[in-house]
């Protein structure tokens, strides 16, 4: 049962260009989404999350759009940059209990930033 | 100051062993969680630590169980080893802070193979 979803296991972006990487969840109990970047040896590192209440946050060349309804978000990088070459990973929580919230996430996309 | 560090980097292990991973938090963190991490899939949650307690767990058999020490640090301990378990050990840790989320920060992973 894949509750958050990533349906484009890679991504091929020009350097400069703006890369849109999607998500898809079922569960409409979550209440937080975040993205997470990961290289390779390393362990996801926190980029941006946002709140349910909201439609979209940024922060610099990072934005997340949350819909709801569609039950969809995503996350646009613009410019896309080298060093933004990596696996992202979109995840999902629920408050269920103040501060247990555990991350419930999607296969992850590659995306490589081509100069 | 030092984040999330995780302890071995790479394990082999054949079927029917058992493993422990170790874990420690980032200063001033006292929350821990466990992700198993297969190859080509996001993290998936084994369970959390609090308090020296397991507060919440995954869809993981009981072969998976884990501890948290006084000092916050955690183990993750793997009996009866079979082959499917030979995946990316991700712990992460939090502050569990009054606050409706708190950031998880993540280690670099344990590589665990079963032979």
């Known amino acids: 049962d894949q509750q958050v979803k990533q349906n484009s296991p890679s991504l091929s972006v020009q350097e400069g260009r703006i890369s849109i990487l999607n998500c898809d969840y079922t569960n409409s109990m979550f209440d937080y989404f975040l993205w997470y970047k990961k290289y390779p040896a390393e362990g996801p590192t926190f980029l941006i999350s946002?709140?349910?209440?909201?439609d979209k946050n940024e922060d610099g060349r990072f934005t997340v759009f949350l819909n709801k309804s569609a039950k969809h978000l995503s996350l646009h990088i613009v410019p896309s940059q080298p060093g933004d070459s990596a696996v992202y990973f979109c995840a999902a929580s629920r408050s269920i209990i103040q501060g247990a919230q555990k991350l419930v996430f999607g296969q992850g996309t590659r995306l490589t930033i081509n100069p | 100051d030092a984040g999330v560090t995780q302890s071995p980097t790479h394990l082999i292990k054949t079927r029917g062993q058992q493993v422990t991973l170790r874990c420690s938090p980032k200063s001033g963190h006292d929350t821990v969680s466990w992700y198993q991490q297969a190859l080509g899939q996001g993290p998936q949650f084994i369970f959390q630590y609090y308090e020296e307690e397991e507060r919440q767990r995954g869809n993981f058999p009981d072969r998976f169980s884990g501890h948290q020490f006084p000092n916050y640090s955690s183990e993750l301990n793997v009996n009866a080893l079979l082959l499917g378990d030979s995946a990316l050990y991700l712990c992460?840790?939090?502050?569990?802070?009054?606050?409706?989320?708190?950031?998880?920060?993540f280690g670099p992973g344990t590589r665990l193979t079963v032979l």
């Open positions: 992460a840790s939090s502050l569990n802070a009054r606050s409706s989320y708190n950031e998880q920060f």
């Open positions: 946002i709140s349910s209440i909201k």
